[in-house]
């Protein structure tokens, strides 16, 4: 018996020591030690990061985001290309579009090599304006709607069955201009969307505080411009996002840091202001330039960007319309120029531009709040960040 029990003990012994060589050449291998947390079951995703080429970065990149631990790793430059500041992935993945933020401006679209690994030059245009900073597909996938920020102009292109860019985009400028200089001494496009119904193309200009309209007519012609809302002079409107089921629509405000909610008619496509409140903590009196504007899948929780006081602002969004601000979160970085939810809406990342790195969050269930995880990433200068699938 004590010969049986012996040679038992010996291979427990020599199983957990072949275990825990495993274990030592995997930590070596990824600099990682494992813990509960990291062996649960893992569920990877790519994650696009959209850059200023000012400093180290170099284009576009990838980084591995585990959706169980909320962990960032394996940072991959994917393209090389200018400024590219904004993002966009076609439904099936296959497709990667993105701005080059210069003067004058282009647009790039690209695929996925054969490895998946690197993204190939489809075809490139110019802009035709200045600073392109936002883009947009359209629910078909065969129109590419461009805002050019320093010439205040939308462009929209056709986009071909394999990507590629029609030449000559249908152009529309805008004019007008703001109390704030110098960030209003003219009209400067800053989002240009779709809407619901596919037969609107909206572009929230900051320097006009407005809101202009284009209808699209049966061929995909844009028609005469119309005015959508008139904002508070000095608001200097940025980026817009529609409610997920009702028709309302969300405008952030860069230069008087507020989120406006407004009633969308999908017929005129005039958009009619419900509420406006502040994304800052009562008592706050330093510099702060909104950015980013996101609503959670059911509608219930709206977020926002704070660069200045550097934090996520979460608002509750009632059955009328009207916003409620649950709180602030801190970034834990400088200038949070972008930011997006994960797929399954668990966790928020945030890209703060001027520290050079990416954070995570964990949202709660029930309040919406952001609850930093301790995980970044370093990447020099990212503006943008856009998950497979989004």
Same mark, same amino acid.
């Given at each position: 018996?004590?010969?049986?029990?012996?040679?038992?003990?010996?291979?427990?012994?020599?199983?957990?020591?072949?275990?825990?060589?495993?274990?030592?050449?995997?930590?070596? /291998?990824?600099?990682?030690?494992?813990? +509960?947390?990291?062996?649960?079951?893992?569920?990877?995703?790519?994650?696009?990061?959209?850059?200023?080429?000012?400093?180290?970065?170099?284009?576009?990149?990838?980084?591995?985001?585990?959706?169980?631990?909320?962990?960032? /790793?394996?940072?991959?430059?994917?393209?090389?290309?200018?400024?590219?500041?904004?993002?966009?992935?076609?439904?099936?993945?296959? /497709?990667?579009?993105?701005?080059?933020?210069?003067?004058?401006?282009?647009?790039?679209?690209?695929?996925?090599?054969?490895?998946?690994?690197?993204?190939?030059?489809?075809?490139?245009?110019?802009?035709?304006?200045?600073?392109?900073?936002?883009?947009?597909?359209?629910?078909?996938?065969?129109?590419?709607?461009?805002?050019?920020?320093?010439?205040?102009?939308?462009?929209?292109?056709?986009?071909?069955?394999?990507?590629?860019?029609?030449?000559?985009?249908?152009?529309?400028?805008?004019?007008?201009?703001?109390?704030?200089?110098?960030?209003?001494?003219?009209?400067?496009?800053?989002?240009?969307?779709?809407?619901?119904?596919?037969?609107?193309?909206?572009?929230?200009?900051?320097?006009?505080?407005?809101?202009?309209?284009?209808?699209?007519?049966?061929?995909?012609?844009?028609?005469?411009?119309?005015?959508?809302?008139?904002?508070?002079?000095?608001?200097?409107?940025?980026?817009?996002?529609?409610?997920?089921?009702? +028709?309302?629509?969300?405008?952030?405000? +860069?230069?008087?840091?507020?989120?406006?909610?407004?009633?969308?008619?999908?017929?005129?496509?005039?958009?009619?202001?419900?509420?406006?409140?502040?994304?800052?903590?009562?008592?706050?009196?330093?510099?702060?330039?909104?950015?980013?504007?996101?609503?959670?899948?059911?509608?219930?929780?709206?977020?926002?960007?704070?660069?200045?006081?550097?934090?996520?602002?979460?608002?509750?969004v009632g059955d009328n319309g009207k916003l409620q601000l649950m709180g602030t979160t801190a970034t834990e970085g400088d200038w949070p120029r972008n930011f997006t939810l994960s797929p399954d809406g668990k966790f928020l990342l945030v890209a703060n531009q001027n520290s050079d790195s990416i954070t995570v969050f964990k949202l709660d269930g029930q309040t919406g709040m952001p609850v930093y995880t301790g995980n970044q990433i370093e990447l020099s200068m990212p503006v943008c960040l856009v998950f497979e699938g989004q």
């Amino acid at each position: 018996m004590k010969s049986i029990l012996y040679s038992l003990c010996s291979l427990l012994f020599l199983s957990l020591l072949g275990s825990c060589k495993q274990d030592k050449k995997e930590t070596e /291998r990824t600099g990682e030690i494992k813990t +509960e947390e990291t062996m649960e079951k893992s569920e990877t995703i790519k994650l696009l990061v959209g850059t200023y080429t000012n400093k180290e970065s170099e284009g576009i990149y990838t980084v591995d985001f585990d959706q169980v631990t909320g962990k960032l /790793r394996n940072k991959q430059l994917v393209a090389s290309t200018s400024n590219p500041s904004f993002l966009k992935i076609s439904k099936d993945g296959k /497709r990667v579009f993105a701005v080059n933020e210069n003067d004058p401006g282009t647009v790039t679209s690209f695929k996925w090599d054969e490895k998946g690994t690197q993204l190939i030059v489809i075809d490139q245009q110019p802009s035709a304006g200045a600073h392109p900073c936002f883009l947009e597909l359209n629910e078909a996938e065969d129109k590419l709607a461009v805002a050019n920020y320093s010439s205040g102009t939308v462009s929209v292109f056709g986009v071909g069955p394999n990507g590629e860019l029609a030449p000559g985009p249908q152009v529309r400028e805008h004019q007008g201009s703001g109390p704030v200089m110098p960030n209003q001494e003219s009209a400067h496009a800053h989002c240009s969307l779709f809407s619901k119904g596919q037969d609107l193309l909206y572009a929230v200009d900051l320097g006009a505080d407005k809101v202009f309209s284009y209808h699209i007519d049966g061929q995909g012609k844009l028609g005469a411009q119309k005015l959508a809302l008139s904002l508070t002079p000095g608001d200097g409107p940025r980026h817009m996002v529609f409610h997920p089921t009702k +028709e309302w629509a969300f405008i952030i405000t +860069e230069l008087s840091s507020t989120v406006v909610s407004v009633k969308v008619d999908p017929e005129t496509g005039s958009l009619t202001k419900i509420d406006q409140q502040s994304t800052l903590p009562e008592g706050f009196k330093g510099e702060n330039a909104c950015a980013d504007i996101h609503i959670s899948e059911d509608g219930k929780f709206l977020y926002a960007s704070n660069r200045g006081h550097n934090s996520i602002a979460v608002f509750s969004v009632g059955d009328n319309g009207k916003l409620q601000l649950m709180g602030t979160t801190a970034t834990e970085g400088d200038w949070p120029r972008n930011f997006t939810l994960s797929p399954d809406g668990k966790f928020l990342l945030v890209a703060n531009q001027n520290s050079d790195s990416i954070t995570v969050f964990k949202l709660d269930g029930q309040t919406g709040m952001p609850v930093y995880t301790g995980n970044q990433i370093e990447l020099s200068m990212p503006v943008c960040l856009v998950f497979e699938g989004q």
